[in-house]
């Protein structure tokens, strides 16, 4: 299978070694010498797995690839599908007769695709009443996770929002958390939250295939985890259960958590200022939700049974450091993209390759190991967002800049200086001296030139040169004299006239330039 895989999935199989290691270790409690004979590895290369939870790591080199059914070939399956419905039962085309009729269409794909979408399409029609067999839990055994798309109005706006929803087996306790997609770096962050909430970290997470977290699904239902993903799970020892496609049924308790949240808090229709407040509103539901009656302990609420199962989880430990990275070249005016949206970096940076780390609500750029820029993270489409002190640097060789330069047009200064600026601005050169005064900003810190604005404000002597006096009184060191006499220091020996110690010291120096 790895041969197949290639090189990025035998990365991601060497990665799911060390969390079999590291779950055998630090959860199961095995010693390192019965996990070497178990597994052929040495017991330094063990001991390196157990102390260090940092994956290898792998860069992607091209982009996924599509199924072929999405070109347009799923809608025209659909309506095979529908016409062979009209026709008697023993004249209906097969999966594999249909996927034949694609074929001779232009359909180049492969032949899995096609069986699952009709597979999917007669379980819609059939809605049979299939039975399941109930599932059972031990305390701090199990997590599910998984994914729901609400309609929420924010800022007055109609929007959707992807939920994330969490639930342990044992206690169902929920956990939500909104989003305004399904990112990669959402999927992270979203997971860290919910295990600080419960307090611990459980034995296994069960969840769905999506693409951020299975990469790739074999015939022999063989899981490829995605690289960060395992990372996460590597970093707490737990162990990910992807559950069989189109069997929602292995999950079920997070499936119909989704269905009874959406009623309970979704409808009607939630309305808030942004998305902060929105899981604020829902943090405090999380609480109420664990006030109902645990559907199989019925004389106890899941806030009691999870105190139970609480003493039950693993410590927490640190939490994961959830970003996805990637390298980005500055542009020529100080802007990486991402997203659709660009973000600026000091000036310095200029077409220089960085690191881009995104988190679910910021966005971090790196240069070595040194954080060059932090911004929020929006998710609007084709926007700049400056820092302006970014592009400080550049105005020294072109002042004129500040007056339309795209930075500075909604520059928040405080009062004073924008009171000065506005002053310089209408005399000629003026754009120069604001320039020369930005400057000390970045020398002296923006509260020491802040300062000496509002004295000068305040003393009416606008002028750079008075500014930069008034700088200079703020940042040099204040002497404060003596109070009384006798505080000074007071000699023990009196000093003695000798003209021959003189006299020596100016032989010595002859002596020496010889």
């Known amino acids: 299978m790895s041969a197949y895989l290639g090189a990025e999935n035998e990365q991601v199989l060497l990665m799911e070694s060390v969390s079999k290691v590291r779950r055998w270790i630090l959860r199961d409690g095995r010693s390192i010498r019965s996990v070497s004979r178990e597994t052929g590895l040495s017991r330094n290369t063990i001991r390196k797995y157990v102390q260090d939870a940092s994956p290898p790591s792998y860069r992607r080199q091209a982009g996924p690839v599509r199924h072929k059914l999405c070109d347009g070939y799923d809608v025209r399956l659909q309506a095979l599908y529908e016409q062979d419905l009209k026709r008697a039962r023993r004249e209906r085309r097969t999966a594999l007769k249909l996927y034949e009729q694609l074929v001779l269409e232009g359909y180049t794909g492969s032949y ?80 860290v939250r919910a295990l600080a909430f419960y307090g611990g970290v459980v034995r296994r997470v069960i969840i769905d295939n999506p693409k951020t977290m299975v990469t790739y699904v074999s015939r022999s239902k063989d899981r490829v985890f995605h690289p960060r993903f395992l990372a996460l799970m590597n970093h707490y020892a737990m162990e990910p259960v992807a559950c069989t496609p189109a069997s929602g049924w292995e999950k079920g308790q997070v499936e119909n958590q989704v269905q009874f949240l959406r009623g309970r808090l979704f409808t009607p229709e939630l309305a808030f200022e942004d998305l902060g407040t929105l899981n604020d509103w829902l943090q405090l539901r999380r609480e109420d939700l664990a006030s109902r009656r645990h559907p199989d302990q019925q004389d ?210 002859r002596e020496a330039a010889v």
């Open 112 to 191: 899995s695709p096609v069986q699952r979408f009709i597979r999917d399409l007669k379980r819609a029609d059939t809605a049979s009443g299939d039975g399941f067999i109930p599932l059972q839990f031990l305390a701090g055994d199990a997590l599910q996770f998984d994914w729901s798309e609400e309609h929420v109005v924010l800022g007055g706006i109609a929007r959707k929002v992807r939920v994330a929803h969490f639930r342990l087996c044992y206690s169902r306790k929920p956990f939500v958390v909104a989003y305004p997609g399904e990112a990669q770096e959402m999927v992270l962050d979203a997971f």
């Open 300 to 509: 106890r609420t899941i806030a009691e049974v999870f105190a139970d199962e609480r003493a039950a989880l693993r410590a927490l430990g640190r939490a994961f450091d959830g970003y996805v990275e990637k390298t980005v070249r500055v542009r020529s005016t100080c802007l990486v993209q991402y997203d659709s949206n660009r973000y600026s970096v000091p000036s310095r940076f200029a077409g220089q390759p960085v690191s881009l780390r995104a988190y679910a609500a910021r966005i971090v750029l790196i240069s070595g190991r040194e954080i060059i820029a932090e911004h929020d993270r929006h998710f609007t489409r084709n926007v700049s967002y400056f820092e302006p002190w970014h592009y400080v640097p550049l105005l020294s060789r072109k002042p004129g800049a500040l007056r339309d330069g795209a930075p500075f047009v909604d520059w928040q200064l405080p009062d004073a200086m924008r009171r000065i600026r506005d002053h310089y601005m209408q005399g000629k050169g003026g754009d120069r001296e604001f320039v020369d005064l930005l400057m000390l900003a970045q020398d002296h810190g923006m509260e020491v030139v802040a300062m000496a604005c509002e004295q000068a404000v305040e003393q009416n002597t606008l002028r750079l040169s008075a500014i930069v006096n008034l700088i200079n009184r703020l940042v040099e060191p204040v002497i404060v004299p003596l109070g009384r006499r006798y505080d000074y220091p007071q000699l023990t020996l009196r000093p003695q006239a000798d003209c021959k110690r003189y006299e020596t010291l100016c032989m010595r120096a």
